[in-house]
């Protein structure tokens, strides 16, 4: 499952980091980074997914 979610993540950074925990603060902070360059998008969104 979390195999799943970092592949998402690495697709498309937000939608991973909501499966994983919801429309919180990291979802936010997802989306801006993201769009300020999507490379952090996807750092920040797998290391949400593998910490838990």
Same mark, same amino acid.
């Given at each position: 499952m979390d195999l799943i979610r970092i592949l998402i993540a690495i697709l498309l950074p937000p939608l991973g980091v909501f499966l994983?925990?919801?429309? +919180?603060?990291?979802f936010w902070l997802n989306i801006l980074l993201t769009l300020l +360059? /999507? =490379?952090? +998008? =996807? &750092?920040?969104? &797998? /290391? =949400? =997914?593998a910490r838990k």
């Open positions: 994983q925990e919801g429309l +919180g603060k990291h +360059g /999507y =490379i952090p +998008g =996807i &750092v920040h969104a &797998v /290391y =949400i =997914i």
